[in-house]
């Protein structure tokens, strides 16, 4: 909890922490991005599996005789079910710190989350399946 003098600090504007500019923000940055995707695969058997899964189809994309804009579609799906389910994780890690009670509202957050990975799966099997088995193998 903060102090009653911090409180006042913060109200009125003062930056207690030292700002990071240029180079060294965008090395920092970098750090805290790859923190955060290694503390992923490290604690969320959700992110490993769909990153399995990316590592296993991707280089698929490489091989398949299809345009350039439906191979930026392949890449770009997979890539976004990781994207989803990595703010998926951090929404259920802040939850998860804020209480373990159960709360309607987190459980609705982390509901939230799940549907919208569930959204990405989603679209992710329908452009595969469209690109890939109605418009390579059928086609073919």
């Known amino acids: 909890m903060l102090h009653a003098s911090a409180y006042r600090k913060v109200e009125q504007g003062c930056h207690c922490m030292q700002k990071n500019t240029g180079i060294r923000r965008i090395r920092l940055a970098g750090v805290y991005a790859f923190n955060g995707i290694r503390a992923a695969f490290r604690h969320e058997a959700a992110f490993r599996q769909e990153l399995f899964l990316a590592l296993l189809?991707?280089?698929?994309?490489?091989?398949?005789?299809?345009?350039?804009?439906?191979?930026?579609?392949?890449?770009?799906?997979?890539?976004?079910?990781?994207?989803?389910?990595?703010?998926n994780s951090a929404l259920e890690a802040v939850v998860d710190r804020i209480s373990a009670d159960h709360h309607e509202l987190s459980g609705r957050a982390k509901d939230m989350g799940s549907g919208a990975v569930m959204i990405a799966l989603a679209l992710w099997l329908y452009v595969w399946a469209d690109i890939v088995v109605v418009g390579v193998w059928l086609a073919g």
């Open 57 to 87: 189809v991707l280089p698929l994309v490489l091989l398949l005789d299809v345009s350039r804009v439906e191979r930026v579609l392949l890449i770009s799906v997979t890539v976004l079910v990781l994207i989803v389910e990595l703010i």
